[in-house]
């Protein structure tokens, strides 16, 4: 019986003295090496420290932003720029309307103006046309308005209207020989175009019309036939 009790109150193996000599050897272990020797294996779910699929979308989502900055800022240039040449083709439009409306009464002054010279008007009727067709002219010229040179010169298409064609001898053919109607420009484009007399290459077939029109005399006409 004492054997047995020896027995009993003896330790069993792994239970008493080998527990606290384990104890002891996790409790002298660094603090690295034991969260080493807990986390070793696999890394647990959910702490993944892999940034780049993350990255590559707000650098995509940056891309996407500033192109459509630059196309914003593209636009908005395009429309100011569109802005200010309308309104400078609206103001243009708007002078040329408004000197096409003075231009006929410029005519009928200087129309007057050569009747009064032609007539042997008083020299006061004569200097008082004269004045105010001046003063018209450089109004007109303050603004950009400046007549179109014909008289003498080769008929250009782009600036003259030819309203008659005439046969002359002294002119070469396409010459300006008379300006009916005084035509202008406004800073550098057409605003009313010359009428003008330019003259022809000589033509067998109209030579009599054209000699009966610098006389003034009707052309013959063919008598009767004898019987």
Same mark, same amino acid.
């Not at 009464?105 to 009928?108: A, T």
């Not at 330019?198 to 009599?208: I, K, L, N, R």
């Not at 019309?209 to 003034?216: Q, V």
């Given at each position: 019986k004492n054997n047995k009790k020896a027995h009993e109150g003896e330790s069993e193996p792994g239970t008493g003295a080998d527990q606290g000599i384990q104890v002891a050897a996790e409790v002298g272990k660094k603090p690295h090496e034991a969260d080493a020797s807990h986390s070793h294996g696999k890394p647990e779910k959910g702490h993944s420290h892999d940034h780049r699929p993350a990255a590559a979308s707000i650098e995509k989502e940056l891309a996407e932003l500033k192109d459509k900055h630059l196309r914003l800022l593209a636009d908005f240039d395009n429309f100011r720029k569109r802005s200010l040449r309308d309104k400078a083709d609206a103001g243009r439009a708007t002078r040329e309307n408004v000197f096409r409306e003075i231009l006929p %009464?410029?005519?009928?002054l200087e129309l007057g103006l050569s009747a009064a010279q032609a007539h042997k008007a008083e020299n006061v009727f004569v200097d008082g046309y004269k004045l105010v067709a001046d003063q018209f002219h450089g109004l007109l010229a303050r603004f950009g308005v400046m007549p179109i040179e014909a008289d003498g010169r080769q008929f250009d298409p782009s600036v003259h209207e030819a309203i008659q064609k005439v046969v002359s001898g002294n002119q070469a053919p396409g010459t300006i020989v008379a300006v009916v109607r005084k035509g202008y420009m406004l800073d550098g484009r057409v605003l009313r175009t010359s009428q %003008?007399? %330019?003259?022809?290459?000589?033509?067998?077939?109209?030579?009599?019309?054209?000699? #009966? #029109?610098?006389?003034?005399?009707? #052309?013959?006409?063919a008598g009767p036939a004898e019987q």
């Open positions: %009464v410029i005519d009928n %003008v007399v %330019v003259s022809g290459a000589p033509d067998e077939s109209v030579q009599p019309d054209a000699a #009966a #029109a610098k006389t003034g005399e009707p #052309a013959a006409e």
